[in-house]
């Protein structure tokens, strides 16, 4: 019996799996899962090629939008029009 | 007068310490609510001339950014209900409620490819962002963007934590559909 074939296969999962293993993923992506959510997903991810790739795609996601989205920044004639209303209050 | 001259003093300090350095990230967040830029600095401008007049109200050292965006979200909501009174503009409070039944959360797999990311731009997803409604839109830029935790996302937009993960799912499925509609048109699958 080869490694591959102790996996479990995403698609024996049941619905319900699925949707909270997707669940602890996102708490995972973003930085809210707990200890336990952790062994839980990590235990799903060893065992399940579909789950490890569905956590990859999310990893990718999040540090995609994180580094590609056009960040917009404040003018200068903006920040000093800022400062001096303040300076005017 | 001279107390009070040290209280104003002081007031500045503050502002320009704590505050003002979220500039930027303050410009960013009212840029892809409004997708205008001359929009996004009355908002910006605005949001800091509130800040300062109620300075007092802001616990020195603890999360500026999450008070000036709450600041920032309450004065684009005000600008939202205004535009609401022309018959064909959306209403931002009803259209919020309509979407936040937190029923069948989980529903879809987000089910995109890696790869289709290696091949798309940054302004390509920012146009597919922006085509959001503004409540998922919203959530995507306190999460995903500027790294709010669930818990000052909550309290930035008012709404329960559970509320919170519900709209940050279904804002990513309908990006996902986005950028698959997008990638599909470019060749990419």
Known sequence: MTPESNQIPHS???????????RLIELCIDGEINPNEE??????????????????????????????????????????????????? | VAEEQDIQANKKAIFEQELFPHADALYNFAFHLTYDEENANDLVQETFLKAY??????????????????????????????????PTKVNYEDFVTYHDSEEEVYGGTFDLREDIFHGMLGDEVTKA???????????????????????????????????????????RNMLKEK???????????
């Open chain 1, 12 to 22: 024996a999962c049941a619905e319900s799996c699925k949707k909270e293993i997707l």
């Open chain 2, 129 to 171: 962002l922006n085509g959001l409604p503004v409540d998922f839109k919203t959530v995507i830029l306190l999460c995903d963007i500027e790294g709010f935790t669930y818990e000052e996302i909550a309290k930035i937009i008012d709404i329960p934590i559970g509320t919170v993960r519900s709209r940050l799912h279904r804002a």
């Open chain 1, 39 to 89: 062994k839980v997903l990590m235990e799903k991810i060893e065992n399940c090629p579909e789950c490890r790739a569905m956590l990859g795609t999310h990893q990718t996601y999040k540090k995609f939008m994180q580094m590609n989205v056009e960040r917009k920044c404040c003018c200068k004639e903006i920040k000093a029009k800022i400062l001096q209303q303040i300076e005017a209050e």
């Open chain 2, 53 to 86: 007049r109620f300075i007092n109200l802001y616990e020195q050292g603890t999360n500026a950014k999450a008070w000036l965006f709450k600041i920032l979200k309450n004065a684009f909501i005000n600008q939202y209900r205004k535009n609401s009174k022309a």
């Open chain 2, 179 to 189: 950028l698959v509609e997008y990638a599909k048109k470019m060749g990419y699958n």
